[in-house]
Antibody, heavy 119, light 106 residues
Framework: QVQLQESGPGLVKPSETLSLTCIVS??????????WSWIRRPPGKGLEWIGY???????NYNPSLERRVTISIDTSKNQFSLKLSSVTAADTAVYYC???????????WGQGTMVTVSS | SYELTQPPSVSVSPGQTASITCSGD??????ACWYQQKPGQSPVLVIY???KRPSGIPERFSGSNSGKTATLTISGTQAMDEADYYC?????????FGGGTKLTVL
């Protein structure tokens, strides 16, 4: 079955760029039926959607993060990525990648990766 | 921006029925779904399209959505159901999560 796995640094310095990758196995990111999202959960807080991408490269971002977020997709490597610029301590969170059937629920999630923003 | 509102906490005795609400403007005109998240684990989809259960989700989980409110109902609540629960909907082309509800089984 389809599995998602996040990877990337667990520690990022303030003002730098957070970069994460989600590797997709057991299925293809090139399927037109799905959107591929990044979602985070800060410590002690709830889930926050960051944005999604389709295999075509079309994206949509949370308006509250839009000016700092870039999501890209690499169909040749079957993965998609997140870049979040100018990070602060408020960006410390567990970051998840997830798959949704287009405009439907997130039925597959990665295990999550903790990212701490600290000098 | 669109908002979904959930109660921060709900308590229920084992074997009883737990109801968790999610409110948003004209939410009944959208599909609502629900996720369960236990400490240290990824969220798990328990209800989609208002009232559909994914395979492997126990029948005690059910959902409804009408007017401004979507409701997740857990019948015969078990200790293993203690978790955080999040509602989610799509507003235009963006994804919105509720703030989450901590369900305590005591």
């Amino acid at each position: 079955q389809v599995q998602l796995q996040e990877s990337g640094p667990g520690l990022v310095k303030p003002s730098e760029t957070l970069s994460l990758t989600c590797i997709v196995s057991g299925g293809s990111v090139s399927s037109g039926s799905y959107s591929w999202s990044w979602i985070r959960r800060p410590p002690g807080k709830g889930l926050e959607w960051i944005g999604y991408i389709y295999y075509t490269g079309s994206t949509n971002y949370n308006p509250s993060l839009e000016r700092r977020v870039t999501i890209s997709i690499d169909t040749s490597k079957n993965q998609f990525s997140l870049k979040l610029s100018s990070v602060t301590a408020a960006d410390t969170a567990v970051y998840y990648c997830a798959r949704a059937v287009t405009r439907d629920a997130f039925n597959i999630w990665g295990q999550g990766t903790m990212v701490t923003v600290s000098s | 921006s669109y908002e979904l509102t959930q109660p921060p906490s709900v308590s229920v005795s084992p074997g009883q029925t737990a109801s968790i609400t999610c409110s948003g403007d004209k939410l009944g005109d959208k599909y609502a779904c629900w996720y369960q998240q236990k400490p240290g684990q990824s969220p798990v989809l328990v209800i989609y399209r208002d009232n559909k259960r994914p395979s492997g989700i126990p029948e005690r989980f059910s959902g409804s959505n009408s007017g401004k409110t979507a409701t997740l109902t857990i019948s015969g609540t078990q200790a293993m159901d203690e978790a955080d629960y999040y509602c989610q909907a799509w507003d235009s082309s963006t994804v919105v999560f509720g703030g989450g509800t901590k369900l305590t089984v005591l």
